[in-house]
T-cell receptor
């Protein structure tokens, strides 16, 4: 199947710093990517929909100024956690759909674990 | 934010037995339902999907059953293997887009 790659797979940062996570579709183009957050032993919660060439759409309760999303190309979306705090520590997962594929299958990245000290 | 002390429902089965994992989805207008498997520290992996106009679909060792009347979805795994140990999530798509809403998940533990 199609491959979605996230980088870094894990990151540790100090409180107050910003962290950027990349999501790449390696063998297909994606006009839309999705960012999820997952706390331990919980489900995936959709944070925002990343749209190539336009602004992201954020879910209710997600601060757009804190979680900056950029989708500058058909194969790359980035999530920047600004002024990170310990409560932002979580597993961040992106997903993407092949824009020309017949099926509606979404492909998920391997996730990026953020730990804020 | 994070809920302290939250535990996933757990299903323990013996190797070789069949497993049935259940899910109650929320939106009767959901047109597409999917089962994902998530191993520790990894992203979700697609298992099988079903459209809302179907009631059963079979894959390799897996079967998904859909009861739209009560908004219930189940995943049956035949001859469960140690490699099946993971958390299983159902997800629903509403509105024809690609935005998915995930269920709470079930931890499957396969005992040797």
């Amino acid at each position: 199947g199609a491959v979605v790659s996230q980088h870094p797979s894990w990151v540790i940062c100090k409180s107050g710093t910003s962290v950027k996570i990349e999501c790449r579709s390696l063998d297909f183009q994606a006009t839309t990517m999705f960012w999820y957050r997952q706390f331990p032993k919980q489900s995936l919660m959709l944070m925002a929909t990343s749209n190539e060439g336009s602004k992201a759409t954020y879910e209710q309760g997600v601060e757009k100024d804190k979680f900056l999303i950029n989708h500058a190309s058909l194969t790359l979306s980035t999530l920047t956690v600004t002024s990170a705090h310990p409560e932002d520590s979580s597993f961040y997962i992106c997903s993407a759909r092949d824009r020309v594929a017949f099926t509606g299958e979404l492909f998920f990245g391997e996730g990026s674990r953020l730990t804020v000290l | 934010g994070e809920s302290v002390g939250l535990h996933l429902p757990t299903l323990s089965v013996q190797e070789g037995d069949n497993s049935i994992i259940n899910c109650a989805y929320s939106n009767s207008a959901s047109d597409y339902l999917i089962w994902y498997k998530q191993e520790s520290g990894k992203g979700p992996q697609f298992i099988i999907d079903i459209r809302s106009n179907m009631d059963k679909r079979q894959g390799q060792r897996v079967t998904v059953l859909l009861n739209k009347t009560v908004k219930h979805l189940s995943l049956q795994i035949a001859a469960t293997q140690p490699g099946d140990s993971a958390v299983y999530f159902c997800a629903e798509r509403t509105g024809g887009g690609n935005k998915l809403t995930f269920g709470t998940g079930t931890q499957l533990k396969v005992e040797l």
